[in-house]
Nanobody
Framework: QVQLVESGGGLVQPGGSLRLSCAASGFTLSSYAMSWYRQRPGKERELVAA????????NYADSVKGRFTISKDNAKNTMYLQMNKLKPEDTAVYYC???????????WGKGTLVTVSS
């Protein structure tokens, strides 16, 4: 019953934008820190963006600063990653993650593929 389901991935041209969604079910996101990771071809999974569950701080990888924004909608129990000015090197499988403030529970989505190409 506990799930994170990503959506919004797809093919986009360089310079374009996508908004990824991660819908949570079986638990309430408000009690969790949220983050987005990605895995580029031939690379290790890396942290892209993170936010405290209370929404009082955010952190971004240097490669996406100024272009990506992490957010959530508690009413919809959904987290988002707005991606602007996309580059070919942003091509990756993107994963959402929710970790309880106690760190006793840690949930992952199955990933959504983003391909940036002309």
């Amino acid at each position: 019953q506990v799930q994170l389901v990503e959506s919004g991935g797809g093919l986009v041209q360089p310079g374009g934008s996508l908004r990824l969604s991660c819908a949570a079910s079986g638990f309430t996101l408000s009690s969790y820190a949220m983050s987005w990771y990605r895995q580029r071809p031939g690379k290790e999974r890396e942290l892209v963006a993170a936010a405290q569950g209370a929404g009082r701080s955010t952190n971004y990888a240097d490669s996406v600063k100024g272009r990506f924004t992490i957010s959530k909608d508690n009413a919809k129990n959904t987290m988002y990653l707005q991606m602007n000015k996309l580059k070919p090197e942003d091509t990756a499988v993107y994963y959402c993650n929710a970790r309880h403030w106690t760190e006793a529970m840690d949930y992952w989505g199955k990933g959504t593929l983003v391909t940036v190409s002309s």
